[in-house]
């Protein structure tokens, strides 16, 4: 079966006329005949009835042509990652991604397996970078991209998905949200928090109790929860913490927590009204061209959905 057929009988079935279907796809009529009749040779079915007014399509063209559809929209697909992989084949040299530590620990391996599909000659480098350092990271260097996770709250009350966050620095960045994910409140099962309700859990939790996610140079584990503790340099202290401490508990990104912490010993207690986002940004001036940034976010955004 050709390509050409298939084709050909999709454009008549569209058209409702062979003519017409011929001089869409610059062929002449009898050859588009031939086409149709060696299709249905093929398939050892009747797909099409010929009237005075035109052709129409039998049950079985109807069936065939939804066979046509994904087969051709297959082969679009095809073509076009065959172009954009010819096209970001020749992207060499070291990609740097500024990326949150709590990111890189969770999905690196996603990360890097994307990336290294899609750019096969780009080799990946990463620098851990917190909200207080990766926008004068990016903002010195344009050949450096970014990976960030914050707290929705820090973003500019705007309807724009692409909002800046808030910043006293009028950087060039452009923004690009991946994921955003509702902050979750989690403890062992063993906890004093695991049996409340969640109207008792709407209540204020002690601050000391809560686990710090937040790698900002904080050498103590407890911290008050604020903005920026969306951050770790180690999800395995967090899990002990909460499972050696009763009154331990954390709030994090839903997406993360059933990734990598949530199981039969550390439970999901309720969700907050609070939202974390993931976002890839880069210089507005950045060495590398849009296209290849476009494609770049679409890739971290597949590694981490």
């Given at each position: 079966?050709?390509?050409?057929?298939?084709?050909?009988?999709y454009?008549?079935a569209?058209?409702?006329?062979?003519?017409?279907a011929?001089?869409?796809?610059?062929?002449?009529?009898?050859?588009a005949?031939?086409?149709?009749?060696?299709?249905?040779?093929?398939v050892?079915?009747?797909?099409?009835?010929?009237t005075?007014?035109?052709?129409?399509l039998?049950?079985?063209?109807?069936?065939?042509?939804?066979?046509?559809?994904?087969v051709?929209?297959s082969?679009?697909?095809?073509?076009s990652?065959?172009d954009f992989?010819?096209?970001?084949s020749?992207?060499?040299?070291?990609?740097e991604?500024?990326?949150?530590?709590?990111?890189?620990?969770?999905?690196y391996?996603?990360?890097?397996?994307?990336?290294a599909?899609?750019f096969?000659k780009?080799?990946i480098r990463?620098?851990?970078?917190?909200?207080?350092?990766y926008?004068?990271?990016?903002?010195n260097n344009t050949n450096?991209?970014?990976?960030?996770?914050?707290?929705?709250?820090m973003?500019?009350?705007?309807a724009?998905?692409?909002?800046p966050?808030?910043?006293?620095?009028?950087a060039?960045l452009?923004?690009?949200?991946l994921l955003t994910?509702?902050i979750?409140l989690?403890?062992s099962?063993?906890?004093?928090y695991?049996?409340?309700?969640?109207?008792?859990?709407?209540e204020?939790?002690?601050?000391?109790d809560?686990v710090?996610?937040?790698?900002g140079g904080?050498?103590?584990?407890?911290t008050?929860?604020?903005?920026?503790?969306?951050?770790?340099t180690n999800?395995?202290?967090?899990r002990?913490?909460l499972l050696y401490?009763?009154?331990?508990y954390?709030m994090?990104?839903e997406?993360i927590?059933?990734k990598?912490?949530i199981?039969?010993?550390?439970?999901?207690?309720?969700k907050?009204?609070?939202?974390a986002?993931?976002?890839f940004?880069y210089?507005q001036?950045?060495i590398?061209?849009a296209n290849f940034?476009?494609?770049l976010a679409?890739?971290?955004?597949?590694?981490i959905?």
């Open positions: 079966m050709k390509l050409e057929w298939i084709r050909c009988f454009e008549v569209q058209t409702g006329s062979i003519s017409k011929a001089q869409n796809l610059f062929i002449t009529q009898p050859a005949t031939k086409m149709i009749h060696a299709l249905e040779s093929e050892n079915e009747t797909l099409l009835h010929r005075s007014s035109g052709v129409h039998t049950e079985q063209g109807i069936i065939f042509l939804k066979f046509c559809q994904q051709l929209a082969y679009e697909q095809y073509l990652e065959k992989y010819n096209e970001t020749a992207y060499s040299g070291v990609l991604l500024a990326v949150s530590s709590l990111l890189l620990q969770t999905y391996d996603e990360i890097t397996g994307r990336l599909h899609c096969p780009l080799k990463f620098t851990e970078a917190g909200v207080d350092n926008e004068k990271i990016i903002m450096i991209c970014g990976l960030i996770m914050a707290s929705a709250d973003y500019n009350n705007t724009s998905p692409n909002a966050l808030q910043s006293d620095n009028p060039p452009v923004y690009q949200t994910s509702p979750v989690c403890a099962k063993h906890s004093k695991a049996s409340l309700t969640d109207a008792q859990l709407e204020k939790l002690p601050s000391e809560m710090a996610i937040s790698g904080k050498q103590n584990l407890y008050y929860y604020d903005a920026h503790d969306l951050y770790t999800l395995d202290i967090v002990k913490r401490n009763e009154d331990a954390v994090m990104s997406s927590a059933y990598k912490l199981d039969k010993d550390i439970i999901l207690l309720k907050t009204n609070r939202e986002r993931i976002s940004l210089h001036n950045s590398y061209p940034l476009t494609r679409q890739e971290l955004q597949i590694a959905s």
